[in-house]
């Protein structure tokens, strides 16, 4: 049996260097969503904003102050917040500092619901919380969703209680695909905390057919986005930090009549912020052995520009504002029938390194 | 992924009535002999084994699955037998028996890090933060704990996209093992928003080595605990929902010295507030496929009590409340040279069916 596990890197958190909320910012306000209307405290980071009121629900304000203080996030003012003075302030920033960016966030996927490209993909039933306060149902997901994502197959593993050190994780890696790591938004929302994606995750997770090797990539290798603030801890210290520059789509094309396919993203694995050698290293670290056909995937491969957005929840802003695909037809979330197909190229000196696609349709949920 | 045993020999004694491994239980498990040492499917009887492969020799499994298909117990792991399917499972059952009075079968590993008891467990390193608002630092673990469990082999799956219904789920199980999650709860603490547990779980899962059937447990069902507010939704709505009555206990030795055994919990399999067919249907209610070998555990398994609490995180309150050993020093998390061993019985009039033990010894974290 094989395992696989993807590894969200810190694109979770993407922050634009021209953004005004950059990491070393984390400016605090009240906000609202359309699924959860309620308003509540919150830090920016980029275009995003982290949920204060869910870092408290989830226990993870443990410091001295704030352990027994943490309810001052369930309001819609900060004044509760701002009253417990300094030591308070200084301890949430460094709660959320801690949230944000030491480590490649992981969490350990189905080994049984990877399928190859061209495999349909039925759309899941889920536990959903249809507006906020409400009980859960229990319905078809109404916000599938893709990530555009790669994954990378071990080759030669390690033994139980060891680990791959960051410097030698590169000649563990057999070879790459593409990888589409299908995801449920509403199940996502509801599900996550504590224990992570589960449902809203292990329905299917789609990958190219071939695996392209480290031998036909190497040409390709480009230096990785710089790590200094922080420093990674020494553990995760990679001499000669390199990803490969591998253009990156992502079309849909919805079902019958004859429109073609839409660009809905463009990426490239050049902006993988932890790279797959330093994940490789974060996963054995504390002496998990990985085995030969363990595949590790990217996390969504986000970058900047106007279609940079590895997946519709980032796209669309959290189903806010719709993509317009080219028969006219908006999306907000995938439809029934709609086909994702993912592509991705290195271009050589008049040749090609490419991945073929990964391709899936999305059919109907069964019927209940 | 194969366990091993070592085995008595097969000669024919009858068994004490302390043994786990009664006429009622059967448990299947993969065992050796210097004899011959080639792994290979075993019953276990008192302190003996069944050898299956040398019945299945002599023609001996002459029912309408087995004839055609006794191949499964020449392997050196039981999923071949597993994937059979409950009709194979009752023969194989009923075979034993009728030969000697005997039963089935072995155990599996999940995932690359589940281990057998007797296996040592190394103490993992990890990211943790050693004070509020202090950047994390890459350590050994020194909160290291026990999780009391039960572990549940899928017999047979399902296929992608479908689900398994809770009234059915019962029928796709092969059966139990003790299962101890260890758990690192720093590296946890710091780690396990938004994907969840990773580093803090992934170094090492210990289960006992006998799969005890739902055959040989069945005469100990009890009604599971009353779900009535809120009212599971209907997906996971079973008809008499119901535990094994496995009564559990967790010690714990100090390395060297004369220390005995101290008990630090007692438990019970019928506290298990949502059954494992609810548990088989909620992972599937997706879609997502089981596979015959897959293992679910139950979570800790903490009851009332003084003792009840089923890890030392509950035991300790957090650390705050150290408990006390036989030889006077104090635990709030394990010590490297700690054995722990949890134990797993059910009674029955003059006889027992149970788990055998489920042992491991903490070593120290491997050098930097």
Redesign the interface.
């Known amino acids: ?1 094989s ?1 696989w ?1 993807a590894a ?1 890197s810190s694109s ?1 958190v993407a922050v634009d260097p021209s953004s005004h909320f950059s990491l070393h910012n984390l400016p605090y306000g009240i906000f609202s969503t359309a699924a959860n209307p309620t308003p509540r405290p919150g830090v920016a980071i980029g275009d995003n904003v982290l949920d204060l009121s869910a ?1 408290a629900q ?1 226990g ?1 304000f ?3 102050v704030l352990s027994s203080s943490s309810q001052c996030f369930q309001q819609p003012t900060l004044n509760s917040f701002m009253s417990l003075g300094r030591p308070a302030w ?2 949430a920033r ?2 959320v500092q ?2 944000l960016l ?2 490649p ?4 996927g ?1 080994a ?2 990877v ?1 190859v490209s061209g495999t349909d993909v ?1 759309r ?4 959903v919380q249809q507006a906020a306060g409400q ?4 319905l078809p ?1 109404s916000q599938l969703d893709f990530e555009l994502e790669m994954g990378c197959f071990i080759g030669t ?1 390690n033994e ?4 791959i050190p960051a410097a030698q994780a590169a000649h563990h890696i057999f070879g790459w695909v593409l990888a589409n790591d299908w995801s ?1 938004r509403d ?1 996502q929302r509801w599900e ?9 995750k ?3 997770t789609s990958i190219s057919p071939w695996v392209v090797t480290p031998q036909a990539l190497e040409p390709f290798a480009r230096p990785a986005p710089p790590q200094h603030d ?1 420093a990674p ?3 995760l210290q990679q001499p000669q930090r390199s990803n490969y520059d591998v253009a990156l789509e992502v079309a849909v094309q919805p079902a019958g009549g004859c429109a073609g396919e839409t660009v809905v993203a463009r990426s490239n694995l050049r902006t993988l912020y932890w790279t797959m050698p330093q994940m490789i290293a ?2 054995t ?7 030969p056909g ?1 595949m590790l995937a990217t996390g969504t491969l986000s970058c900047e520009g106007p279609l940079g957005a590895g997946c519709l929840l980032e796209a669309t802003w959290n189903g806010s504002r719709p993509v317009e695909l080219s028969d006219g037809s908006k999306r907000t979330y995938l439809e029934d029938g709609d086909t994702v197909v993912m592509r991705g190229c290195c271009q050589g000196d008049g040749y090609r390194v490419g991945f073929g696609e990964c391709r899936g349709t999305v ?1 109907p949920a ?1 019927p209940l």
């Open positions: 049996m395992g596990m969200a979770w870092v989830a993870l443990s410091g001295p200084l301890e460094h709660t801690r949230l030491h480590l966030v992981g969490y350990h189905r049984s619901s399928v039925r899941p039933w889920g536990q009980a859960p149902a229990f997901s593993g139980l209680g060891s680990a449920a199940i996550y905390v504590p224990l992570g994606p589960f449902n809203s292990n329905f299917g922080p801890l020494p553990y974060h996963h670290a504390g002496g998990c052995n990985l085995r363990d059919l069964r």
